[in-house]
């Protein structure tokens, strides 16, 4: 996100550039809209030192992002103090983490109260049986029914319902420690506190879900497997690329049964 140009670097201008263009390219990459509101670089900063210092071996990325890679001995207490969040920044994350999660299901609710299948995956029918589950809620108590169009009933209600839910860009992730697949990849003293996004498998753990916000993103890859495998490559490239496509076709694949029964 270096800057360019007569003007030089500038981070704050950069930040808002860069927002800008995600936002104007949403139509082609299947990314959300990111809302306006001030981002700075401080902000920015602290926010993923947070989040990097939970990962596995994080407070080591964490280090090299402070520009301690010359000290990493000396480095320990300021990374690991910088990177550790106060309690009241933590329950203020988590919370709006559930809110932000539960707006974007807000749509998902209302279609699958009109009776739609809205998403696919081995996690979809644990989806939409939450959602099924919200709805019966709200159709059961007469004054829910008459709060429907306050769009905060919902979010409130999905938000309990999803705690565990984490949203991604190629899949929603309904994390349950026992059935997912990432924690096979982590030693047995780690697994269990919070899926590994990393090593998620979309198509074939139990915990994934995949809506049609989803879809562009596998059929984009989809694409560029197609026209990769139309080259000259080595033997071991190309059966990866194969099982690759395999995979992913078992995602679009789906998608296509979807629209068929719809």
Request: hydrophobic letters at 40%; charged letters at 25%.
């Amino acid at each position: 996100m270096a800057g360019g140009g007569d003007g030089g670097f500038d981070a704050a201008r950069d930040i808002d550039d860069f927002i800008a263009t995600v936002n104007a390219n949403r139509e082609h990459t299947g990314l959300e809209e990111i809302p306006e509101a001030p981002v700075r670089p401080h902000m920015f900063r602290h926010t993923i030192s947070i989040i990097a210092a939970q990962e596995p071996d994080g407070e080591i990325a964490l280090g090299l992002q402070l520009k301690h890679a010359a000290r990493r001995a000396l480095a320990n207490r300021t990374t690991l103090a910088y990177g550790k969040p106060d309690a009241r920044w933590a329950k203020e994350f988590d919370n709006q983490l559930q809110v932000a999660a539960a707006k974007k299901l807000v749509s998902l609710l209302q279609a699958r109260r009109a009776g739609k299948s809205i998403a696919v995956g081995p996690g979809a029918a644990r989806f939409h049986a939450g959602l099924d589950k919200v709805n019966e809620v709200i159709e059961q108590s007469a004054t829910l029914r008459a709060q429907l169009a306050d769009e905060r009933l919902e979010i409130t209600l999905l938000r309990d319902e999803f705690a565990s839910l984490h949203l991604g860009t190629v899949n929603h992730c309904l994390w349950n420690a026992p059935t997912a697949e990432c924690q096979n990849q982590l030693p047995p003293y780690q697994r269990g506190q919070a899926p590994l996004l990393g090593a998620c498998q979309p198509s074939r753990c139990r915990n994934s879900v995949l809506t049609l916000a989803h879809e562009p993103i596998w059929r984009m890859e989809e694409s560029e497997l197609v026209e990769l495998l139309k080259k000259k490559l080595s033997k071991p490239l190309r059966e990866q690329a194969l099982a690759r496509l395999a995979e992913v076709r078992s995602a679009t694949a789906q998608f296509d049964k979807m629209r068929e029964n719809a």
